[in-house]
């Protein structure tokens, strides 16, 4: 049995010792190409190496684990790494998705690689991640304490424009700003792309490309052009927006 070639990140020190130590622990089934101490370094080394699988912290500087899994996609088996709450654990379990809880244990590893070999074996591609990293960031920010953002504020000449969020038919990053498209005007704002992520409602914002952000109750039609190419046509605007082939998932249930 050929060793699956793994790559390990983690930006706590002892936290990546003991997850290399777990990954050497099966020497049979496990081979450490390369480790990352944040996700930027992650996805260049797997981007280097290619590795088969893929052990990554969900809380890292610059790039977070789920952002890594992202660019990833199912270009190979990903297992997050997390201390973190149920939410975590229901997304994961809901799909075929492995974690490992921290403190690491040898028991949960033996079972995650059990998992990994059995659809190797059976010649299964590497799961899709997309439907777990939806739940798991609907599940982070179910936290009531968590202000939504409501109002999005636009510098226009000297004027200060300000219209309600439900307003806005997407967003997209262009260049150094954020595009904020209504069916009615468009501005540019400064506030990335990612920020903005972080304090929209997952219910009705859907990031469906690394660069745009669409507002589902504007959705009007999913359009495809061949095999690969999706697209989505929002009430509001004119303009056909992309789905990039790792986000489409979402939309299969729809």
Do not use: C
């Amino acid at each position: 049995m050929t060793p699956l070639r793994a790559l390990i990140a983690d930006d706590e020190p002892l936290m990546l010792e003991r997850l290399r130590d777990m990954v050497l622990a099966f020497p049979d089934q496990l081979e450490l190409v390369a480790e990352a101490e944040n996700g930027k370094a992650a996805l260049e080394l797997f981007e280097e190496h290619q590795p088969d699988v893929v052990f990554l912290d969900i809380r890292m500087p610059g790039f977070t684990g789920l952002e890594v899994a992202a660019e990833i996609g199912e270009r190979a088996h990903v297992v997050f790494v997390t201390a973190y709450d149920q939410f975590a654990v229901q997304a994961f379990d809901r799909g075929a998705v492995d974690y490992l809880l921290k403190p690491l244990e040898q028991d949960r590893m033996e079972l995650t690689l059990r998992r990994i070999r059995e659809r190797t074996s059976a010649g299964t591609a590497p799961p899709d991640v997309f439907p777990a990293l939806h739940e798991m960031r609907k599940g982070q920010t179910v936290n009531p304490e968590i202000e939504r953002l409501k109002w999005i504020k636009a510098l226009v000449g000297n004027d200060i424009r300000m219209f309600p969020v439900s307003d806005v038919v997407f967003f997209q990053s262009d260049m150094k700003y954020t595009r904020v498209v209504t069916a009615t005007q468009e501005v540019l704002i400064r506030t990335p792309l990612k920020e903005l992520l972080d304090g929209l409602d997952p219910e009705h914002f859907w990031q469906v490309h690394r660069s745009t952000i669409v507002n589902t109750q504007r959705i009007d039609t999913i359009l495809r052009e061949g095999a690969e190419k999706h697209y989505l046509v929002l009430r509001g605007t004119k303009e056909k927006v992309a789905i990039s082939r790792q986000f489409y998932p979402l939309f299969k249930q729809m």
